[in-house]
């Protein structure tokens, strides 16, 4: 292990910088010592296998911090946002790989409101989760803790498209990429799924025009994270599949003990449920009829088909939109 280690450390550092004086140790032991120097060797051999373990564990010390600090180096840096104008001349090539198909475009302030006339759309709107929580119990009771992404960079909602109208504000979705799969992982290891949603929003408030502060929000259908023809490792599925994928005599072993649980599992179910979300427009250019800003979302998490309870979500993040008045 300590040769694995010092070959990647010399890889990164060149040379035997990786861990002061081990080169000399391996060197001392490759010498054909003298017969004045026997009787100093031997004296010195309980203190080298001692120590021989702990330049073993340096070296792994030393190797893993070397390989981090190189991963650090070389990790792709987030993508930085661009305005949709500058996201409409980019090629496919230049797009993809670059993680810009992930965020959200921005705005460049201009101007001091956007009024809504009847009959307007609000199209390319776009929802960019900046953190994920999720309500499990801990030791102060219920809460909401930060989780950490399990799936890749495609959890952002894009190109949604629906009706707006003024007095008051009313944004109805009814197209786009209204939906993500996402998994996020709890400190304890355990992975939430959850299909990120805002299909069949109503968004409401009070005006006819966009401007700084405008706040509106409404809810939406969160529908089920698997559909109907999933099978599960059993083969088990709602319309497809096992009725169920234990013997009879197994299910009436116990009584009653633990059937409303093999219940559930064996028969599936589509789960429709319902999130809340909340928006404050924080810019917005009055030129091109942009606005973006801010948003908060509370949504239940997959239910595996009906066998397990939902834990709520809570997402946090940006968005952005385009008015287009008739």
């Excluded at 234990?246 to 589509?270: H, I, M, R, S, W």
Aim: contains cysteine; aromatic residues 8%; negative net charge.
């Amino acid at each position: 292990m300590a040769r694995y280690a010092a070959a990647a450390g010399c890889c990164l550092l060149a040379g035997n910088a990786f861990v002061p004086g081990m080169l000399g140790q391996h060197e001392l032991k490759n010498q054909s010592p003298s017969a004045a120097d026997a009787r100093m060797l031997a004296a010195e051999t309980v203190e080298d296998n001692q120590a021989e373990a702990a330049w073993s564990w340096a070296s792994v010390l030393s190797a893993s911090a070397a390989l981090g600090l190189m991963a650090a180096v070389v990790a792709p840096k987030p993508a930085d946002a661009i305005t949709a104008e500058q996201f409409s001349q980019l090629t496919w090539s230049q797009t993809r790989g670059s993680g810009l198909a992930n965020r959200c475009a921005t705005i460049d302030p201009a101007g001091k409101e956007i009024p809504v006339k009847t009959g307007a759309r609000l199209v390319n709107v776009c929802f960019e989760p900046k953190s994920f929580a999720v309500e499990t119990k801990t030791v102060n009771g219920m809460e909401f803790v930060t989780t950490r992404l399990v799936t890749g960079q495609t959890y952002t909602i894009d190109y949604v498209v629906g009706s707006l109208e003024p007095n008051p504000m009313t944004f109805k979705e009814e197209d786009g990429m209204d939906f993500q799969a996402v998994t996020v992982q709890l400190p304890n290891a355990q992975r939430v799924p959850f299909l990120f949603s805002i299909k069949q929003l109503v968004a409401k408030g009070e005006g006819s025009a966009f401007k700084p502060g405008f706040t509106w929000g409404g809810e939406f259908t969160v529908p089920s994270y698997r559909t109907g023809g999933f099978l599960d490792p059993k083969g088990r599925g709602m319309y497809t599949g096992y009725d169920q994928a234990t013997a009879l005599p197994g299910l009436q072993a116990d009584g009653k003990e633990g059937q409303e649980a093999l219940f559930k599992e064996t028969n599936k179910v589509y789960d429709i449920g319902k999130g809340a979300l909340e928006m404050e427009v924080s810019k917005i250019n009055a030129d091109l009829n942009e606005i973006g800003g801010v948003f908060v979302s509370k949504q239940p998490s997959d239910t595996d088909m009906g066998s397990l309870a939902p834990k709520t979500v809570l997402l946090k993040g940006i968005f952005y939109g385009k008015v287009v008045n008739p």
